[in-house]
């Protein structure tokens, strides 16, 4: 299923990819690197499990260009040694989609310091350092995307669940920097939009409701993100964007 169908002809794309090592990102890479006019650069702290993507994308196109770089976002000094590494196979990124993220299930009084410290850290924090190291290789000729993946539970006005005020926070906070950053980058050619995803079959998803049961699959949502991320920007800039069919 297309979703933006206006523009067909997408130019060749050097996208990165965050938590691409299961769940949604999983799915968008597989999905991504189907074109093989794309590079896909995946990014996880699991390099096992991203050598197992490279393979499944390479089983399903023979001829797909994915580069799965381990990488623990988190860590001083990581987003340097990334964007180094990124440098030696392309020159230019034209998409980021900051998909990685951290759950936390745990009543509200018993949240330490270094709980809220991670998942701030992973959420929103390792998402600032790494916009500000590619936003230099970006190129202003050809506009350029940056996606941020929040959730529903950061999005105003929608239903909040008790056990989860540290992580719809910090999803709060990707879509308000969102967009700031829209308005700061409007005229260098670079577009920041938001997607306050709602429920899809994950993990993340069973840890914060075990036994529940989304509508949709982690593939579907990633279908409907990767079609947004290689056309969206075309049409708006600094838009948060629920994607929900159902309440969580």
Not at 129 to 136: E, G, H, M, T, W
Not at 145 to 163: L, P, T, Y
Not at 175 to 182: D, H, M, Q
Not at 201 to 207: G, P, R, V
Request: aromatic content about 6%; proline content about 3%.
């Amino acid at each position: 299923m297309r979703f933006f169908e206006l523009n067909k002809n997408v130019k060749t794309m050097n996208i990165i990819v965050t938590g691409a090592s299961r769940g949604i990102g999983y799915e968008l890479v597989k999905i991504l690197s189907s074109d093989s006019k794309h590079t896909i650069i995946a990014v996880s702290r699991n390099s096992q499990k991203l050598e197992q993507l490279k393979k499944d994308c390479l089983l399903l196109n023979p001829a797909s260009n994915i580069i799965p770089l381990a990488c623990d976002l988190t860590e001083k000094n990581a987003v340097e040694k990334l964007i180094s590494e990124i440098k030696k196979n392309v020159s230019s990124i034209n998409i980021l989609i900051n998909n990685a993220g951290a759950l936390l299930n745990k009543p509200f009084e018993t949240i330490a310091a270094a709980d809220l410290e991670y998942v701030y850290n992973v959420n929103v924090f390792s998402v600032i350092r790494l916009i500000q190291a590619v936003l230099p290789l970006m190129d202003g000729g050809q506009k350029s995307h940056i996606v941020n993946i929040s959730s529903m539970g950061g999005f105003q006005g929608s239903a909040k669940f008790a056990g989860l005020a540290a992580y719809s926070s910090s999803k709060a906070a990707l879509a308000c920097l969102t967009e700031c950053l829209a308005e700061e980058y409007k005229e260098k050619n670079i577009a920041f939009n938001c997607l306050a995803l709602g429920a899809a079959q994950t993990e993340m998803l069973q840890e914060a409701f075990p036994g529940y049961k989304a509508p949709l699959s982690a593939s579907q949502m990633a279908s409907f993100i990767a079609d947004f991320s290689l056309n969206a920007h075309q049409y708006m800039n600094g838009r948060i964007i629920p994607v929900s069919l159902s309440t969580p």
